[in-house]
């Protein structure tokens, strides 16, 4: 991601080691916040060209928490997650991976997130 990018406000937080990560999943599993997560590598233009949409997602749903982590540089995180290829998108809950899509498809990834968000607030009102 270019130097420009990173200096507009963003809702995704890019995770720079495994130190951060466990950090903010902790975190998240704290507050009870659901995850999602954009394994990507800056070798891979299917992964860049996703990063414009995970950012529009990540404003579209503020009740989630989003995370981009680059593989070939926090390879223990990738590794744990069991991420073979990229662009890899996880759904996480309470720290456990509950959904995983793997290729850079906005459609099908907005849809899911769509339904685990619906699924989230209907759980916080039952």
């Not at 009870?32 to 891979?44: D, E, I, K, T």
């Not at 073979?84 to 509950?98: D, S, W, Y």
């Not at 907005?110 to 009102?125: G, L």
Request: charged share 25%; net charge neutral.
């Amino acid at each position: 991601m270019d130097r420009q990018t990173q200096k507009m406000k963003s809702r995704v937080v890019k995770i720079e080691s495994e130190d951060s990560w466990d950090f903010f999943i902790k975190q998240a599993n704290n507050q009870g916040c659901p995850v999602m997560v954009h394994f990507s590598a800056a070798w891979c233009m299917p992964s860049v060209a996703m990063n414009p949409f995970f950012e529009e997602l990540a404003l579209s749903y503020q009740d989630i928490l989003f995370l981009s982590v680059d593989v070939d540089d926090v390879k223990g995180v990738a590794s744990k997650m069991e991420i073979k290829a990229m662009p890899t998108f996880l759904l996480m809950k309470q720290g456990a991976p509950i959904d995983k899509l793997v290729g850079a498809n906005p459609d099908e990834i907005r849809k899911r997130v769509e339904d685990f968000a619906h699924q989230i607030r209907s759980n916080k009102t039952t």
